[in-house]
């Protein structure tokens, strides 16, 4: 809750800005790394992650589309970076690992599944549920 709390209040702006200051790193905001570097390593000390699997939990706690993909072309992680973050945060009981139709990805919170037809992507119900609502269209790829 603390983490959503954090992007909620002033970080917001930040993050929805991130990557496009042309003084500043460039990339997407849907990177946590970047639009939110404090709060990374805040959930990396907490839970003895990484700060690349903080990351990746970080997306899957507070976006709708965190497809294998989408999370690639957000954070430029290569294939052998993003297989070592997953590994380890699947090692532990914040994420479950397992296949849903849709998806896109194989790790998920340990929560409901609501499994939404076509346009919208299916999606966890624990992740983000006060930024979004079942009617609200979400880029799958």
Same mark, same amino acid.
């Given at each position: 809750m603390r983490a959503l709390r954090t992007v909620l209040d002033d970080e917001l702006a930040r993050a929805l800005t991130a990557?496009? +200051?042309p003084e500043g790193p460039a990339g997407y905001a849907q990177d946590p790394a970047l639009s939110v570097p404090g709060l990374v390593t805040e959930v990396a000390e907490a839970h003895g992650?990484? %700060? +690349?699997?903080?990351?990746?939990y970080l997306q899957l706690l507070a976006l709708p589309d965190p497809t294998d993909r989408n999370r690639a072309r957000w954070t430029g992680w290569k294939p052998a970076?993003?297989?070592k973050a997953r590994t380890e945060l699947a090692a532990t009981?914040?994420?479950? %690992?397992?296949k849903r139709a849709r998806a896109g990805r194989t790790l998920f919170l340990p929560c409901g599944w609501l499994d939404l037809k076509s346009p919208p992507c299916p999606w966890s119900?624990?992740?983000a549920d006060s930024t979004?609502?079942?009617?609200?269209?979400?880029?799958?790829r």
């Open positions: 990557g496009t +200051d992650l990484s %700060e +690349d699997a903080a990351v990746l970076r993003a297989k009981g914040l994420v479950v %690992e397992a119900s624990g992740s979004r609502s079942r009617s609200t269209p979400a880029r799958c």
